[in-house]
Protein backbone atom coordinates (compact mmCIF):
# COMPACT_ATOMS: atom_id res chain seq x y z
CA UNK A 1 0.00 0.00 0.00
CA UNK A 2 1.33 3.83 -0.80
CA UNK A 3 2.44 5.64 1.68
CA UNK A 4 0.46 9.13 1.81
CA UNK A 5 2.13 12.37 3.35
CA UNK A 6 -0.88 13.04 5.13
CA UNK A 7 0.45 16.01 7.11
CA UNK A 8 0.44 18.28 4.39
CA UNK A 9 -3.16 17.34 3.05
CA UNK A 10 -4.46 17.70 6.09
CA UNK A 11 -3.41 21.62 6.64
CA UNK A 12 -5.10 21.66 3.04
CA UNK A 13 -8.48 20.15 4.18
CA UNK A 14 -8.64 22.36 7.32
CA UNK A 15 -8.59 25.56 5.16
CA UNK A 16 -10.75 23.88 2.61
CA UNK A 17 -13.73 23.15 5.54
CA UNK A 18 -13.20 26.78 7.18
CA UNK A 19 -13.35 28.32 3.79
CA UNK A 20 -16.57 26.27 3.16
CA UNK A 21 -18.08 26.78 6.63
CA UNK A 22 -17.62 30.45 6.26
CA UNK A 23 -19.52 30.51 2.71
CA UNK A 24 -22.22 27.69 3.41
CA UNK A 25 -25.05 27.81 0.38
CA UNK A 26 -28.70 25.98 0.98
CA UNK A 27 -29.54 22.97 -0.94
CA UNK A 28 -29.98 22.84 -4.82
CA UNK A 29 -27.53 26.64 -4.33
CA UNK A 30 -24.35 25.24 -4.37
CA UNK A 31 -22.92 27.47 -6.97
CA UNK A 32 -19.84 28.60 -5.35
CA UNK A 33 -19.46 25.58 -2.98
CA UNK A 34 -19.31 23.31 -6.32
CA UNK A 35 -17.45 25.85 -8.34
CA UNK A 36 -14.46 25.87 -5.40
CA UNK A 37 -14.64 21.99 -5.89
CA UNK A 38 -14.73 21.70 -9.63
CA UNK A 39 -11.68 24.04 -9.67
CA UNK A 40 -9.48 22.72 -6.95
CA UNK A 41 -10.21 19.07 -8.18
CA UNK A 42 -9.02 20.08 -12.04
CA UNK A 43 -5.49 21.82 -10.03
CA UNK A 44 -4.80 18.27 -9.40
CA UNK A 45 -4.25 17.15 -12.63
CA UNK A 46 -5.17 13.57 -13.34
CA UNK A 47 -8.34 14.21 -12.43
CA UNK A 48 -11.11 14.61 -15.25
CA UNK A 49 -13.61 16.67 -13.43
CA UNK A 50 -17.77 17.11 -14.67
CA UNK A 51 -20.64 18.30 -13.72
CA UNK A 52 -23.49 15.89 -13.69
CA UNK A 53 -26.00 18.48 -12.29
CA UNK A 54 -25.72 22.11 -12.48
CA UNK A 55 -24.37 22.29 -8.80
CA UNK A 56 -22.87 18.72 -8.46
CA UNK A 57 -19.23 17.79 -9.17
CA UNK A 58 -17.64 14.41 -10.14
CA UNK A 59 -14.25 13.07 -10.30
CA UNK A 60 -13.32 10.96 -12.14
CA UNK A 61 -9.12 9.18 -11.27
CA UNK A 62 -8.31 6.28 -13.87
CA UNK A 63 -5.81 4.01 -12.50
CA UNK A 64 -2.54 2.54 -15.29
CA UNK A 65 -4.22 -0.46 -15.01
CA UNK A 66 -8.00 -1.56 -15.55
CA UNK A 67 -9.88 -3.07 -12.46
CA UNK A 68 -13.01 -2.38 -10.38
CA UNK A 69 -14.52 1.38 -9.70
CA UNK A 70 -15.12 2.78 -6.34
CA UNK A 71 -16.97 5.81 -5.53
CA UNK A 72 -16.46 7.61 -2.94
CA UNK A 73 -19.40 10.19 -1.66
CA UNK A 74 -19.40 13.69 0.23
CA UNK A 75 -22.70 16.16 0.30
CA UNK A 76 -21.87 20.19 0.41
CA UNK A 77 -25.28 22.12 1.09
CA UNK A 78 -25.85 23.70 4.14
CA UNK A 79 -28.84 24.77 6.10
CA UNK A 80 -31.48 27.92 6.95
CA UNK A 81 -30.08 28.37 10.19
CA UNK A 82 -28.57 31.13 11.71
CA UNK A 83 -24.96 30.58 13.04
CA UNK A 84 -24.73 31.43 17.22
CA UNK A 85 -20.71 29.58 17.05
CA UNK A 86 -18.73 32.44 17.10
CA UNK A 87 -16.04 30.91 15.85
CA UNK A 88 -13.48 33.01 13.90
CA UNK A 89 -14.75 30.82 10.90
CA UNK A 90 -18.41 31.23 11.51
CA UNK A 91 -20.91 31.96 8.35
CA UNK A 92 -20.83 35.21 6.35
CA UNK A 93 -24.14 34.54 4.73
CA UNK A 94 -26.77 35.31 7.22
CA UNK A 95 -29.18 32.25 7.94
CA UNK A 96 -27.11 29.96 6.05
CA UNK A 97 -25.26 27.33 8.24
CA UNK A 98 -22.82 24.01 8.09
CA UNK A 99 -24.77 22.74 11.05
CA UNK A 100 -24.38 19.12 9.69
CA UNK A 101 -20.86 18.76 8.78
CA UNK A 102 -21.38 18.75 5.03
CA UNK A 103 -18.65 21.11 4.64
CA UNK A 104 -16.01 18.62 6.62
CA UNK A 105 -17.21 15.75 4.31
CA UNK A 106 -16.58 17.88 1.19
CA UNK A 107 -12.81 18.84 2.47
CA UNK A 108 -12.06 15.59 3.26
CA UNK A 109 -13.38 13.56 -0.15
CA UNK A 110 -11.05 17.00 -2.20
CA UNK A 111 -8.28 15.71 0.23
CA UNK A 112 -8.48 11.96 -0.49
CA UNK A 113 -8.44 13.10 -4.19
CA UNK A 114 -5.58 15.63 -3.59
CA UNK A 115 -3.81 12.53 -1.85
CA UNK A 116 -4.99 10.08 -4.77
CA UNK A 117 -4.07 11.70 -7.38
CA UNK A 118 -0.48 11.24 -6.93
CA UNK A 119 -0.35 7.50 -6.36
CA UNK A 120 -0.56 4.74 -8.86
CA UNK A 121 -4.66 3.34 -9.31
CA UNK A 122 -5.60 -0.07 -9.94
CA UNK A 123 -9.08 0.50 -11.50
CA UNK A 124 -10.41 3.76 -11.26
CA UNK A 125 -11.87 6.36 -7.83
CA UNK A 126 -15.16 7.94 -8.58
CA UNK A 127 -15.45 11.21 -6.48
CA UNK A 128 -18.59 12.44 -6.12
CA UNK A 129 -19.34 15.88 -4.57
CA UNK A 130 -23.22 15.80 -3.95
CA UNK A 131 -25.54 19.02 -4.01
CA UNK A 132 -29.03 18.95 -2.04
CA UNK A 133 -28.73 15.91 0.73
CA UNK A 134 -30.63 17.98 3.37
CA UNK A 135 -33.42 18.61 1.18
CA UNK A 136 -35.97 15.70 -0.38
CA UNK A 137 -35.73 14.46 -3.29
CA UNK A 138 -32.57 14.90 -2.66
CA UNK A 139 -29.41 15.06 -4.71
CA UNK A 140 -28.29 11.73 -4.84
CA UNK A 141 -31.20 10.44 -7.31
CA UNK A 142 -30.69 13.10 -9.42
CA UNK A 143 -26.73 12.23 -9.57
CA UNK A 144 -28.14 8.43 -10.09
CA UNK A 145 -29.83 9.11 -12.78
CA UNK A 146 -27.41 11.71 -14.32
CA UNK A 147 -25.30 8.42 -14.58
CA UNK A 148 -22.75 8.72 -12.00
CA UNK A 149 -23.04 5.58 -10.78
CA UNK A 150 -22.70 3.48 -14.32
CA UNK A 151 -19.60 1.45 -14.09
CA UNK A 152 -18.95 1.43 -10.39
CA UNK A 153 -18.29 -1.49 -8.57
CA UNK A 154 -18.57 -0.19 -4.78
CA UNK A 155 -19.78 2.96 -2.94
CA UNK A 156 -18.86 4.18 0.01
CA UNK A 157 -19.93 7.52 2.27
CA UNK A 158 -19.09 9.14 6.00
CA UNK A 159 -20.91 11.44 8.07
CA UNK A 160 -19.04 13.73 11.09
CA UNK A 161 -21.32 12.85 14.19
CA UNK A 162 -21.28 15.62 16.92
CA UNK A 163 -22.61 12.52 19.30
CA UNK A 164 -19.85 10.19 19.00
CA UNK A 165 -16.55 11.29 19.91
CA UNK A 166 -13.51 12.18 18.51
CA UNK A 167 -11.46 8.82 18.12
CA UNK A 168 -14.36 6.43 17.50
CA UNK A 169 -15.48 5.31 13.85
CA UNK A 170 -19.52 4.12 13.88
CA UNK A 171 -20.27 1.44 11.53
CA UNK A 172 -23.28 -0.80 11.47
CA UNK A 173 -23.67 -4.16 9.18
CA UNK A 174 -26.78 -3.93 7.63
CA UNK A 175 -29.33 -1.10 8.22
CA UNK A 176 -27.44 2.20 9.62
CA UNK A 177 -29.94 5.02 8.92
CA UNK A 178 -34.02 4.28 8.37
CA UNK A 179 -36.50 4.90 5.45
CA UNK A 180 -37.69 8.66 6.45
CA UNK A 181 -41.40 9.29 5.08
CA UNK A 182 -44.03 12.00 5.61
CA UNK A 183 -47.42 12.05 5.99
CA UNK A 184 -50.16 15.18 5.18
CA UNK A 185 -53.98 14.41 6.21
CA UNK A 186 -56.89 16.86 5.83
CA UNK A 187 -60.23 16.37 7.38
CA UNK A 188 -63.18 17.85 5.73
CA UNK A 189 -66.18 18.32 8.08
CA UNK A 190 -68.50 21.19 8.32
CA UNK A 191 -67.82 24.17 10.25
CA UNK A 192 -70.53 26.04 12.57
CA UNK A 193 -71.36 27.35 15.79
CA UNK A 194 -69.96 25.68 18.99
CA UNK A 195 -73.11 26.33 20.41
CA UNK A 196 -75.44 24.19 17.86
CA UNK A 197 -72.97 20.75 17.56
CA UNK A 198 -75.57 18.80 16.25
CA UNK A 199 -75.41 21.42 12.96
CA UNK A 200 -71.88 20.53 12.20
CA UNK A 201 -69.26 18.02 11.35
CA UNK A 202 -66.99 18.48 13.90
CA UNK A 203 -63.16 17.87 12.33
CA UNK A 204 -61.28 18.58 15.72
CA UNK A 205 -63.04 15.93 17.31
CA UNK A 206 -62.82 13.35 14.70
CA UNK A 207 -58.88 14.54 14.19
CA UNK A 208 -58.70 13.86 17.64
CA UNK A 209 -59.71 10.10 16.67
CA UNK A 210 -57.81 9.66 14.02
CA UNK A 211 -54.23 10.68 15.98
CA UNK A 212 -54.97 8.27 18.92
CA UNK A 213 -56.03 5.14 16.46
CA UNK A 214 -52.69 5.91 14.51
CA UNK A 215 -51.32 5.40 17.90
CA UNK A 216 -52.71 1.32 17.74
CA UNK A 217 -50.24 1.12 14.54
CA UNK A 218 -46.59 0.67 16.59
CA UNK A 219 -48.61 -1.08 19.04
CA UNK A 220 -50.90 -3.57 17.36
CA UNK A 221 -49.97 -3.84 13.70
CA UNK A 222 -46.23 -3.94 13.61
CA UNK A 223 -43.88 -6.82 14.37
CA UNK A 224 -41.97 -5.85 18.03
CA UNK A 225 -38.85 -7.06 16.56
CA UNK A 226 -39.29 -4.26 13.48
CA UNK A 227 -38.19 -1.09 14.49
CA UNK A 228 -40.58 1.83 13.59
CA UNK A 229 -41.67 5.07 14.83
CA UNK A 230 -44.90 7.26 13.84
CA UNK A 231 -44.81 10.55 15.02
CA UNK A 232 -47.32 13.07 14.46
CA UNK A 233 -46.32 16.47 14.57
CA UNK A 234 -48.03 18.92 13.32
CA UNK A 235 -52.22 19.54 14.21
CA UNK A 236 -53.91 22.54 13.11
CA UNK A 237 -57.21 23.79 13.12
CA UNK A 238 -59.87 26.42 14.59
CA UNK A 239 -59.75 29.96 14.50
CA UNK A 240 -62.39 31.10 17.70
CA UNK A 241 -63.57 29.61 21.06
CA UNK A 242 -66.88 29.69 19.63
CA UNK A 243 -66.48 28.05 16.20
CA UNK A 244 -65.85 24.99 14.75
CA UNK A 245 -63.72 24.43 12.07
CA UNK A 246 -64.43 23.17 8.30
CA UNK A 247 -61.09 21.51 8.60
CA UNK A 248 -58.36 20.65 10.29
CA UNK A 249 -54.60 19.14 9.33
CA UNK A 250 -52.31 16.67 10.74
CA UNK A 251 -49.13 15.93 9.63
CA UNK A 252 -46.28 13.41 11.04
CA UNK A 253 -43.26 11.25 9.95
CA UNK A 254 -42.72 7.68 9.69
CA UNK A 255 -39.14 6.49 10.16
CA UNK A 256 -38.49 2.53 9.83
CA UNK A 257 -35.56 0.19 8.53
CA UNK A 258 -37.83 -2.29 6.32
CA UNK A 259 -39.92 -1.72 2.71
CA UNK A 260 -42.82 -3.91 3.72
CA UNK A 261 -42.93 -2.34 7.46
CA UNK A 262 -43.24 1.07 5.52
CA UNK A 263 -45.99 0.15 3.15
CA UNK A 264 -47.62 -1.69 5.84
CA UNK A 265 -47.66 1.82 7.95
CA UNK A 266 -48.83 3.83 4.94
CA UNK A 267 -51.81 1.84 4.43
CA UNK A 268 -52.74 1.33 7.76
CA UNK A 269 -53.07 4.94 8.30
CA UNK A 270 -55.06 5.27 5.37
CA UNK A 271 -57.09 2.52 6.62
CA UNK A 272 -57.86 4.82 9.55
CA UNK A 273 -58.43 7.98 8.27
CA UNK A 274 -60.88 6.39 5.85
CA UNK A 275 -63.18 4.32 8.45
CA UNK A 276 -63.02 7.14 11.39
CA UNK A 277 -63.45 9.95 8.66
CA UNK A 278 -66.10 7.98 7.08
CA UNK A 279 -68.09 6.78 10.49
CA UNK A 280 -68.41 10.64 11.23
CA UNK A 281 -69.87 11.74 7.63
CA UNK A 282 -66.46 13.70 6.73
CA UNK A 283 -64.00 13.29 4.22
CA UNK A 284 -60.40 13.73 4.11
CA UNK A 285 -57.14 14.14 1.68
CA UNK A 286 -54.37 11.65 2.80
CA UNK A 287 -50.56 12.20 1.25
CA UNK A 288 -48.06 9.58 2.50
CA UNK A 289 -44.78 10.79 1.10
CA UNK A 290 -41.69 7.84 0.63
CA UNK A 291 -38.30 9.89 1.32
CA UNK A 292 -35.03 8.69 1.74
CA UNK A 293 -34.92 5.10 1.98
CA UNK A 294 -32.72 3.31 4.76
CA UNK A 295 -29.29 2.73 4.31
CA UNK A 296 -28.62 -0.61 4.03
CA UNK A 297 -24.43 -1.29 4.38
CA UNK A 298 -23.44 -4.52 2.68
CA UNK A 299 -21.53 -6.93 5.26
CA UNK A 300 -18.30 -7.54 2.77
CA UNK A 301 -17.54 -3.80 1.87
CA UNK A 302 -18.29 -3.06 6.02
CA UNK A 303 -16.18 -6.34 6.86
CA UNK A 304 -13.15 -4.68 4.31
CA UNK A 305 -14.22 -0.72 5.73
CA UNK A 306 -13.89 -1.90 9.51
CA UNK A 307 -10.47 -4.03 8.24
CA UNK A 308 -9.25 -0.55 7.04
CA UNK A 309 -10.52 1.34 10.13
CA UNK A 310 -8.34 -1.28 11.89
CA UNK A 311 -4.66 -1.18 10.26
CA UNK A 312 -4.85 2.47 9.57
CA UNK A 313 -6.25 4.03 13.17
CA UNK A 314 -6.67 0.96 15.09
CA UNK A 315 -9.22 -1.66 16.77
CA UNK A 316 -9.81 0.96 19.54
CA UNK A 317 -11.61 3.24 17.08
CA UNK A 318 -14.34 0.37 16.18
CA UNK A 319 -17.39 1.11 17.50
CA UNK A 320 -19.84 -0.83 16.27
CA UNK A 321 -23.45 0.74 16.41
CA UNK A 322 -27.76 -0.24 15.94
CA UNK A 323 -29.44 1.50 13.17
CA UNK A 324 -29.97 5.31 13.54
CA UNK A 325 -33.06 6.73 12.93
CA UNK A 326 -32.04 9.42 10.94
CA UNK A 327 -32.12 9.92 7.43
CA UNK A 328 -29.62 9.78 4.52
CA UNK A 329 -30.11 10.03 0.92
CA UNK A 330 -26.66 8.07 0.69
CA UNK A 331 -29.19 4.97 0.03
CA UNK A 332 -29.87 6.26 -3.40
CA UNK A 333 -25.80 4.98 -4.57
CA UNK A 334 -25.77 2.23 -1.96
CA UNK A 335 -29.21 0.97 -3.70
CA UNK A 336 -27.39 0.63 -6.89
CA UNK A 337 -24.17 -1.41 -5.74
CA UNK A 338 -22.85 -2.89 -2.53
CA UNK A 339 -22.03 -0.09 -0.32
CA UNK A 340 -20.91 0.92 3.34
CA UNK A 341 -21.62 4.65 5.28
CA UNK A 342 -20.11 5.51 8.64
CA UNK A 343 -20.14 8.01 10.97
CA UNK A 344 -16.71 9.46 12.11
CA UNK A 345 -16.46 10.89 15.93
CA UNK A 346 -16.39 14.47 15.83
CA UNK A 347 -17.64 15.65 19.78
CA UNK A 348 -15.35 17.49 21.22
CA UNK A 349 -13.58 14.71 24.20
CA UNK A 350 -11.21 17.34 26.01
CA UNK A 351 -13.19 18.70 29.51
CA UNK A 352 -12.79 21.97 28.86
CA UNK A 353 -13.97 21.74 25.53
CA UNK A 354 -17.25 19.63 26.25
CA UNK A 355 -19.23 22.56 26.19
CA UNK A 356 -19.15 23.00 22.88
CA UNK A 357 -21.04 19.80 21.79
CA UNK A 358 -24.15 20.75 20.25
CA UNK A 359 -26.55 18.19 18.31
CA UNK A 360 -26.82 18.20 14.49
CA UNK A 361 -28.69 21.04 13.19
CA UNK A 362 -28.04 23.37 15.83
CA UNK A 363 -26.73 26.67 15.66
CA UNK A 364 -24.09 26.43 17.39
CA UNK A 365 -22.80 22.86 16.16
CA UNK A 366 -19.24 22.19 15.87
CA UNK A 367 -16.77 19.43 15.42
CA UNK A 368 -14.02 19.07 16.82
CA UNK A 369 -11.38 18.86 13.70
CA UNK A 370 -8.89 16.16 14.47
CA UNK A 371 -12.57 14.27 13.09
CA UNK A 372 -11.20 15.31 9.87
CA UNK A 373 -7.68 13.23 9.74
CA UNK A 374 -9.63 10.09 10.50
CA UNK A 375 -11.54 10.49 8.00
CA UNK A 376 -9.19 11.32 5.54
CA UNK A 377 -7.37 8.43 6.29
CA UNK A 378 -10.39 6.33 5.75
CA UNK A 379 -10.99 7.90 2.18
CA UNK A 380 -7.20 7.98 1.26
CA UNK A 381 -6.33 4.57 1.78
CA UNK A 382 -10.20 3.24 0.74
CA UNK A 383 -8.87 2.59 -2.50
CA UNK A 384 -6.38 0.22 -1.90
CA UNK A 385 -8.53 -2.00 0.44
CA UNK A 386 -11.28 -2.25 -1.53
CA UNK A 387 -10.46 -1.91 -5.48
NI1 LIG B 1 -25.97 15.57 7.22
Redesign the pocket.
Known sequence: MAEHNFEAVLEDVIEWRRHFHQFPELSYEEVNTSQFVYDTLTSFGNIEVTRPTKTSVMGRLVGSEAGQVLAMRA?MDALPIHEETELPYASKNPGVMHA???DA?TAMLLGAAKLLSQKQLTGEVRFIFQHA??LFPGGAKEMVEAGVMEGVDKVIGL?VFSMIPEGKIAIAYGPFTANSDVFDIEIIGKGGHSSEPHETIDPIAIGAQVVSNIQQIVARNINPADKVVVSITEFHGGTAKNIIPDTIKIGGGVRSFNQEVREEVSQRIGQIVKGITEAHNATYVYDYVFGYGSVNNNHQVTAEIEELITEELGSDYILETPPMMGG?DFSAFSNEVPGCFIGIGAAFTQEHEKDRNFP?HHPKFSIDEKSLENGLRILAKAPFKLL
Open positions: DCGHHEEHEH
